[in-house]
């Protein structure tokens, strides 16, 4: 159980063009669905909060018109990288919580790597 | 503001003995969990072992246990009988009771190296 898939796990674009990155927990509701960036040998960025039917939080520094954040139901929350350039290259990873209160654990997604030509 | 750390950025063991990986934080806080995720080659976040603050007990997970001293504000995590499948980046994370939404705050990770 507890399982949560991103799509795609790799992707290559223009430089300019807008892209999409789905996540989804497969097999439970997700209170809070949270999407992070991650620099080769660094630890993870958290970007931005989201939780579903309203607008995301998103931390100090990051592009909200950047980087859209959908979170359509409790299963799918999509993460938008509009015009992307050159340095919005990174590794993205989502996770999605379960439970409630101190059962709260978040469970990860496989990433999806982004290269931006 | 919280804060982790992880001092060692690479660790290295030989197969089947035990490592102990370090993580100590800043909290003002006195009820906050505890969590150590694991990121092999593979980069997908694995979580290994959570602690409850409140807990005097150490969490355990088959192989890994932790060694967690609220007063020195210290959770370490131990590996024993290493496998080859143990390594991997791991990461420390704190999670503050107080608030919505449970946000992490990760320390640095620390390599683990498994020699055969």
């Known amino acids: 159980g507890a399982v949560v898939s991103q799509h795609p796990s790799r992707v290559i674009c223009k430089s300019g063009t807008s892209v999409k990155i789905e996540c989804r927990s497969l097999?439970?509701?997700?209170?809070?669905m949270f999407w992070y960036r991650q620099f080769p040998k660094q630890s993870l960025m958290l970007m931005a909060t989201?939780?579903?039917?309203?607008?995301?939080?998103?931390e100090q520094g990051v592009e909200k018109d950047k980087f859209l954040i959908n979170h359509a139901s409790l299963t799918l929350s999509t993460l938008t990288v509009t015009s992307a350039h050159p340095e919005d290259s990174s590794f993205y990873i989502c996770?999605?919580?379960?439970?409630?209160?101190?059962?709260?654990?978040?469970?990860f997604g496989p990433g999806t790597r982004l290269l931006v030509l | 503001a919280q804060t982790v750390t992880q001092s060692q950025p690479e660790m290295s063991v030989q197969e089947a003995e035990t490592v102990t990986l370090s993580c100590t934080y800043d909290t003002s806080e006195s009820d906050y969990y505890l969590f150590w995720y694991k990121q092999p080659p593979s980069r997908q976040m694995i979580l290994v072992i959570r602690q409850e603050a409140y807990k005097q007990q150490n969490a355990t997970e088959n192989r890994f246990s932790v060694n967690f001293q609220k007063a020195a504000k210290s959770f370490s995590l131990k590996i024993s009988d290493s496998q080859l499948g143990d390594a991997a980046m791991y990461f420390c994370?704190?999670?503050?009771?107080?608030?919505?939404?449970?946000?992490?705050?990760w320390g640095a990770g620390t390599k683990l190296i498994i020699k055969p």
């Open positions: 989201s939780n579903e039917g309203s607008k995301a939080t998103y």
């Open positions: 994370a704190y999670r503050s009771e107080v608030g919505s939404n449970y946000q992490l705050i």
């Open positions: 097999d439970f509701q997700a209170t809070t």
């Open positions: 996770s999605a919580t379960i439970g409630g209160g101190y059962q709260e654990t978040q469970y």
